[in-house]
């Protein structure tokens, strides 16, 4: 057979928003971070997403500021640096994801946790003023956390949304109410993942939509 | 403050996985893909998805017979290929996305098409009784569909989630009604992604499920 479907990719996505903007519930969230959420429901195909998603205040503005500055983004899973789209960085910016480095398995085992934290600790100096991006492990998410309790390097944002049944929920509350005053963006709840968290980047990578 | 949490890897997964399986409905599926739809609740976060899996009774024993044969996997995103964890395959089967190829941008100008659909063209002769996987474009899937329906080599099995608000939903339809006896996996609806769809080809390269 052959299929009648639409075949202009920018007129799918130019669609596809105005489908999420007329049915998705936005108003609970920052004017500024609306966009960040159609790009997450476009991502995830479900636009009841949003009733989910939280954002702090000053997120969009803080982590827009970093890139522009040329901030590094760290992310917790390889697929979520393979899903940001690199035209869409104002600085080309370095994208940098150490799950795969040498210590990783090392470091995890003589500490007593995931390669995911472990992997975390090796971010170092450069995660100050940077952006983050969680997209797979609460246990990433909580050692980020702890690092900064100890003193360690801020971010200049975190786009916390790990996915998962043990601890995903309980870490996106810790994020939510930390008292470092970084900014933060969540999904509340189990959902989360790697293709949430690079459309979150890549909206926030630029203000235009396209 | 210090965070109480779950630390250790392997104890997570199976906590994950007791955890969906207690609440999951998973008796629609034949008894041999439910594995596949509990890796990919595992992705979501979400138990509710497996209302909208549905999965050919032969999906699961010809894609595995493929990958032991040593078939290739092609995949229509980057953040897929990057997401298909390379030590569960049992062949260290080549993953493929050929989107980033240089002739892709030509080919979709020329026929009017997505960079996607014209990247599925170029699979080519490998194509035969391999294993697709496509969680992005539903024109790359649509485009799938035609080249069969044209004569040219069939796949041994399909994972069809393109996810999205244009075409998607159609696509997966096309999918599950083809009249080709190719085995395939769709979750029906607008939901899909990269990341569910890694998630079932880790479950479909290896029984074991840590």
Request: glycine share 8%.
């Amino acid at each position: 057979p052959r299929y009648d479907y639409v075949r202009d990719g920018q007129e799918i996505y130019r669609r596809s928003f105005a489908t999420i903007r007329s049915e998705a519930r936005l108003d609970h969230l920052p004017e500024d971070a609306r966009v960040v959420a159609v790009r997450m429901v476009h991502a995830s195909g479900d636009v009841d997403l949003t009733e989910h998603i939280a954002v702090h205040p000053r997120l969009v503005a803080s982590a827009r500021a970093a890139l522009q500055g040329g901030a590094p983004i760290f992310a917790d899973a390889q697929m979520i640096a393979s899903g940001i789209t690199r035209a869409r960085l104002p600085r080309d910016n370095d994208v940098v994801c150490t799950l795969r480095d040498g210590r990783v398995p090392h470091l995890a085992r003589d500490w007593g946790t995931t390669r995911s934290a472990a992997a975390v600790s090796l971010w170092d100096e450069r995660l100050e003023g940077a952006v983050v991006a969680i997209g797979n492990a609460p246990t990433a998410l909580f050692h980020l956390l702890e690092t900064v309790a100890d003193g360690g390097p801020r971010p200049a944002a975190v786009v916390g949304i790990p996915v998962g049944f043990i601890g995903s929920a309980e870490s996106k509350n810790a994020l939510a109410e930390n008292p470092y005053d970084i900014p933060w963006l969540v999904v509340h709840g189990r959902r989360g993942g790697s293709a949430l968290a690079a459309s979150a980047v890549n909206a926030l990578a630029r203000e235009d939509e396209l």
